[in-house]
C-alpha cells in the first residue's frame, strides 16, 4: 500500500483560496534551527528554563530599572489574573454577564479619584504612546495646535505631541533646573490664539520638584491652554499630592510603575487618561461596548477608539485593584515617603563622592536624582577606545586588509565554545577574538 503524505495545503485547501496571491509568503521562515530542535514537552521546558536562568532580576540582585517603575510586584497582588472569573471573561462579554468586573472598575476609578483629584477615567490606553497621544487628543479645541514642552519633560512628550500634529515649542530650565517661568510666560503670551497644551512631568526627570509649578500653571490657563501632567512619576506624588490639586486638566497613570503591574518585557500594560470634568466628553469611546471612563461620563464629543477591547487590558486591572485596596491611604502615603526618603538617602551618602546635579531649594531630591559622571574620564576614555577600535576593525575591512566575510567584526561575539573549540579556523588569534580590548581580560562577559 502506498504511503499517504499530508500536507497544510492538502488537509485544508479551502485556505490557500482566501489569502490574496499578492500576500502569499514565497520566502523562507522560520529557518533557524531553534524552531525544530525541541519535539517533546519537556525539552521546550528547560529551553525555556535555561532562556529564564539568563535574565538578571530581582532573584539575583538589584535590577536597573528607572526610578519611576515598582520594584516588587506582590504575588498576592497578582494571583486575581490566574482566577478564572477575570481570566476567562471575554472583552466584549455584554456587560449585564460581566457586573463583578463593572463593580471593579467603579470601585478601581472611584480609588484613583481620590488619589489624583480628578473626574473621570477612561482606561482604553494600554499605555506606551496611546495613553500620551489620547491625553492630547481629548482637548476638544483643535484649532489651538501649539504645544510648549520644557527640556526637563520626558523626551517620549515630544514624539506624541509631534503625533498628534501639534506645533512644538521647547521651554528651558534655570540653574537649579527648575522650568524658566518667565520663558514660559514669553511663549505663552505669543501663541495664545493658538495655545494648546502644556506638556510637564512633575517632579522632573532631573529629580526635582518644580518649585513654581502652580505659577506655570495660571499662566498657561490665563493664555486659554490645558495642562497635560506626564504621570510617570506618580510615586512621588501618592498620598502627598495630586495632579488635580495642582491644577493639571489631564494626566495618564502608568499602572505598570506606580501601581504594581509588573514591568518590561514589552506589556501587558496600562495607562487610564484621567481628565477634570470638562474634558470628560471627549474621553475615548468604542462601538460595540459603550464606555468613556471610570464611570463613562456623558458622551457628546468623544474621541473615538484607541484600543481594540473597550477597557483596554482590562484582565491586569486587578492587580493595581488589589494593590490599592490593601496598602489603604496610610499605606501608599508610606510607600510615597519611603520611596523619597531612599532617593535623599542615597543622594547624601554619594555626595562625597559623587557630584549631585540637582537639588530642590531646601537641599533634597524628590524620588530620584542625578549623578553627575562627567569627571569620570577614564570610563568616557574606555568607552570611545572601544568606538575607535571597531572602527579601526571595519577600515582594515574597507582597505581589503582582511577578508570581507571573514572577520573579527563578522565573527563577533566569541563565545567561550567557540574560543575553546579544538580547532580554530578564524584568520585572526583567538585571543585577539577574545579580548580585543585590554580591560577585557579582568571583566569578561
Same mark, same amino acid.
Request: hydrophobic share 40%; with cysteine; proline share 7%.
Given at each position: 500500500?502506498?504511503?499517504?503524505?499530508?500536507?497544510?495545503? =492538502?488537509?485544508?485547501?479551502?485556505?490557500?483560496?482566501?489569502?490574496?496571491?499578492?500576500? &502569499?509568503?514565497?520566502?523562507?521562515?522560520?529557518?533557524?534551527?531553534?524552531?525544530?530542535?525541541?519535539?517533546?514537552?519537556?525539552?521546550?521546558?528547560?529551553?525555556?528554563?535555561?532562556?529564564?536562568?539568563?535574565?538578571l532580576s530581582l532573584c539575583?540582585?538589584?535590577?536597573?530599572?528607572?526610578?519611576?517603575?515598582?520594584?516588587?510586584?506582590?504575588?498576592?497582588?497578582?494571583?486575581?489574573?490566574?482566577?478564572?472569573?477575570?481570566?476567562?471573561?471575554?472583552?466584549?462579554?455584554?456587560?449585564?454577564?460581566?457586573?463583578?468586573?463593572?463593580?471593579?472598575?467603579?470601585?478601581?476609578?472611584?480609588?484613583?479619584?481620590?488619589?489624583?483629584?480628578?473626574?473621570?477615567? =477612561?482606561?482604553?490606553?494600554?499605555?506606551?504612546?496611546?495613553?500620551?497621544?489620547?491625553?492630547?487628543?481629548?482637548?476638544?479645541?483643535?484649532?489651538?495646535?501649539?504645544?510648549?514642552? $520644557?527640556?526637563?519633560?520626558?523626551?517620549?512628550?515630544?514624539?506624541?505631541?509631534?503625533?498628534?500634529?501639534?506645533?512644538?515649542?521647547?521651554?528651558?530650565?534655570?540653574?537649579?533646573?527648575?522650568?524658566?517661568?518667565?520663558?514660559?510666560?514669553?511663549?505663552?503670551?505669543?501663541?495664545?490664539?493658538?495655545? =494648546?497644551?502644556?506638556?510637564?512631568?512633575? $517632579?522632573?526627570?532631573?529629580?526635582?520638584?518644580?518649585?513654581?509649578?502652580?505659577?506655570?500653571?495660571?499662566?498657561?490657563?490665563?493664555?486659554?491652554?490645558?495642562?497635560?501632567?506626564?504621570?510617570?512619576?506618580?510615586? !512621588?506624588?501618592?498620598?502627598?499630592?495630586?495632579?488635580?490639586?495642582?491644577?493639571?486638566?489631564?494626566?495618564?497613570?502608568?499602572?505598570?510603575?506606580?501601581?504594581?503591574?509588573?514591568?518590561?518585557?514589552?506589556?501587558?500594560?496600562?495607562?487610564?487618561?484621567? &481628565?477634570?470634568?470638562?474634558?470628560?466628553?471627549?474621553?475615548?469611546?468604542?462601538? &460595540?461596548?459603550?464606555?468613556?471612563?471610570?464611570?463613562?461620563?456623558?458622551?457628546?464629543?468623544?474621541?473615538?477608539?484607541?484600543?481594540?477591547?473597550?477597557?483596554?487590558?482590562?484582565?491586569?486591572?486587578?492587580?493595581?485593584?488589589?494593590?490599592?485596596?490593601?496598602?489603604?491611604?496610610?499605606?501608599?502615603?508610606?510607600?510615597?515617603?519611603?520611596?523619597?526618603?531612599?532617593?535623599?538617602?542615597?543622594?547624601?551618602?554619594?555626595?562625597?563622592?559623587?557630584?549631585?546635579?540637582?537639588?530642590?531649594?531646601?537641599?533634597? &531630591? =524628590?524620588?530620584?536624582?542625578?549623578v553627575d559622571l562627567r569627571p569620570l574620564k577614564?570610563?568616557?576614555?574606555?568607552?570611545?577606545?572601544?568606538?575607535?577600535? /571597531?572602527?579601526?576593525? /571595519?577600515?582594515?575591512?574597507?582597505?581589503?586588509?582582511?577578508?570581507?566575510?571573514?572577520?573579527?567584526?563578522?565573527?563577533?561575539?566569541?563565545?567561550?565554545?567557540?574560543?575553546?573549540?579544538?580547532?580554530?579556523?578564524?584568520?585572526?588569534?583567538?585571543?585577539?577574538?577574545?579580548?580585543? !580590548? $585590554?580591560?577585557?581580560?579582568?571583566?569578561?562577559?
Amino acid at each position: 500500500m502506498a504511503e499517504v503524505t499530508f500536507s497544510a495545503t =492538502s488537509l485544508a485547501p479551502e485556505v490557500q483560496d482566501v489569502i490574496p496571491s499578492e500576500l &502569499v509568503r514565497e520566502t523562507p521562515y522560520l529557518t533557524h534551527s531553534i524552531f525544530n530542535i525541541y519535539h517533546t514537552e519537556h525539552e521546550l521546558l528547560r529551553y525555556i528554563s535555561k532562556l529564564q536562568s539568563k535574565d538578571l532580576s530581582l532573584c539575583h540582585s538589584m535590577i536597573p530599572l528607572g526610578s519611576c517603575n515598582m520594584k516588587l510586584n506582590a504575588t498576592t497582588k497578582m494571583m486575581s489574573v490566574t482566577w478564572p472569573t477575570f481570566a476567562d471573561m471575554h472583552p466584549f462579554a455584554p456587560t449585564q454577564q460581566a457586573q463583578g468586573y463593572q463593580e471593579m472598575f467603579k470601585n478601581l476609578g472611584d480609588m484613583l479619584y481620590t488619589i489624583t483629584e480628578f473626574d473621570s477615567f =477612561s482606561s482604553q490606553p494600554n499605555v506606551g504612546a496611546a495613553k500620551e497621544y489620547v491625553g492630547l487628543m481629548v482637548r476638544g479645541n483643535h484649532h489651538r495646535n501649539v504645544c510648549i514642552i $520644557p527640556v526637563s519633560a520626558h523626551g517620549t512628550n515630544l514624539a506624541s505631541a509631534a503625533m498628534c500634529g501639534m506645533k512644538i515649542i521647547t521651554v528651558g530650565t534655570d540653574s537649579k533646573c527648575n522650568i524658566n517661568i518667565e520663558e514660559v510666560r514669553k511663549d505663552d503670551e505669543a501663541n495664545k490664539e493658538y495655545l =494648546s497644551a502644556l506638556m510637564v512631568t512633575y $517632579p522632573s526627570t532631573l529629580g526635582v520638584y518644580e518649585e513654581g509649578i502652580d505659577e506655570i500653571f495660571k499662566i498657561i490657563h490665563d493664555n486659554g491652554g490645558q495642562v497635560y501632567m506626564d504621570g510617570a512619576n506618580m510615586n !512621588a506624588q501618592v498620598g502627598l499630592t495630586s495632579p488635580g490639586w495642582i491644577g493639571a486638566d489631564v494626566c495618564h497613570l502608568n499602572l505598570n510603575k506606580t501601581f504594581c503591574i509588573p514591568h518590561g518585557g514589552g506589556g501587558p500594560r496600562m495607562g487610564p487618561i484621567g &481628565v477634570k470634568k470638562h474634558l470628560a466628553p471627549y474621553l475615548p469611546s468604542h462601538p &460595540v461596548v459603550a464606555t468613556g471612563g471610570i464611570p463613562a461620563p456623558e458622551q457628546s464629543k468623544p474621541l473615538g477608539t484607541i484600543s481594540a477591547a473597550p477597557w483596554g487590558s482590562t484582565l491586569i486591572l486587578p492587580i493595581s485593584y488589589t494593590y490599592i485596596a490593601m496598602m489603604g491611604s496610610q499605606g501608599l502615603i508610606d510607600a510615597s515617603k519611603i520611596n523619597i526618603f531612599n532617593a535623599n538617602y542615597m543622594a547624601k551618602r554619594l555626595e562625597s563622592h559623587y557630584p549631585i546635579l540637582f537639588r530642590g531649594v531646601n537641599g533634597t &531630591v =524628590s524620588h530620584e536624582f542625578i549623578v553627575d559622571l562627567r569627571p569620570l574620564k577614564a570610563e568616557l576614555a574606555r568607552f570611545c577606545d572601544a568606538l575607535i577600535s /571597531i572602527r579601526q576593525e /571595519i577600515t582594515e575591512i574597507e582597505k581589503g586588509i582582511v577578508d570581507t566575510n571573514n572577520n573579527v567584526i563578522k565573527g563577533a561575539p566569541h563565545p567561550p565554545q567557540l574560543l575553546m573549540a579544538d580547532k580554530w579556523t578564524k584568520p585572526y588569534s583567538r585571543e585577539y577574538a577574545a579580548y580585543p !580590548a $585590554p580591560w577585557l581580560r579582568a571583566t569578561k562577559f
